[in-house]
């Protein structure tokens, strides 16, 4: 009897009724195969769903290879199917070329795409006068002690973005012209780079990779640091994994964008965060 059942048990796995379920992707596709800036990139796909593994991570790699431009972190579902969007277009998307989209899921599936800034040929376009477009430069523009010097881009941005009365007062003062323009402050903050500190404050990326998205963000101005002139010559040193709450809070909304600002001001400026 003992005989037979451990037949009939070596058929089952040989059948694969009794084999585990990894996680693996199976495919994925994106909506179009070149985007401009503003465009939606929409990325969809499959895996083999194994509980075990929490999610999808997506990563939009530059041309050099060197860079994100963006990076989501997608729930499948039991069927396995995911999907996600990014905006394409901003600071993190530096250069026209071929870019990489990684997916990891118990393994990994690169594709490519291809991006171009704008849609329209440059040689048939006239150029830009930029000669009116300062602030400083335009007397029908100047309010007194506005913006102020001693605050960062990214307070007038987080008022303008969540308080109605006071995007209603910007908006009428400067009706031809974005709070980017007017701050010289021509970037904004992605919401994939939430995810990217979460990641890094639970434990699923390395300091390594954290450290070189943090030089990213403070050379492109997508976090302003006040009074730090920071360029490609700089690079961060050092960050203490006590500051993995700061970056899980801000994820997470416990803090602002400003709040989370200026704790890394306050770090660098107490050499906590080393720059070099």
């Not at 390395?206 to 943090?214: N, Q, W």
């Not at 970056?247 to 989370?260: R, V």
């Amino acid at each position: 009897m003992i005989r037979q059942f451990l037949i009939l048990f070596s058929i089952l796995l040989v059948s694969g009724n009794f084999i585990s379920v990894f996680g693996s992707i199976q495919n994925f596709s994106t909506d179009k195969s070149i985007y401009h800036d503003g465009d939606t990139l929409k990325i969809s796909g499959t895996v083999n769903y194994d509980p075990v593994i929490p999610s999808v991570i997506l990563q939009i790699i530059t041309p050099e290879g060197t860079s994100l431009a963006g990076i989501a972190n997608v729930l499948p579902k039991s069927d396995g199917s995911f999907s996600t969007t990014f905006r394409v277009g901003g600071p993190t998307w530096p250069d026209d070329g071929t870019y990489i989209i990684k997916v990891s899921y118990g393994g990994n599936l690169e594709k490519t795409f291809s991006y171009q800034k704008s849609s329209v040929n440059s040689k048939n376009t006239a150029p830009i006068d930029t000669s009116n477009q300062s602030f400083i430069e335009n007397p029908k523009l100047r309010i007194p002690d506005f913006p102020s010097l001693d605050r960062s881009p990214q307070y007038y941005i987080d008022r303008y973005n969540n308080e109605p009365n006071y995007k209603s007062w910007f908006d009428s003062q400067f009706p031809d012209k974005s709070i980017y323009d007017i701050l010289g402050f021509s970037t904004y903050v992605p919401d994939w780079i939430k995810t990217y500190a979460e990641m890094w404050a639970t434990g699923d990326m390395p300091d390594s990779e954290f450290i070189t998205g943090l030089d990213f963000m403070l050379e492109h101005h997508i976090i302003v640091i006040p009074n730090l002139q920071y360029s490609e010559q700089n690079y961060v040193a050092n960050i203490p994994n006590w500051i993995r709450n700061n970056a899980d809070w801000w994820a997470n909304d416990l803090i602002s964008q400003q709040e989370f600002v200026n704790s890394l001001e306050y770090l660098i400026e107490n050499q906590i965060i080393e720059i070099e």
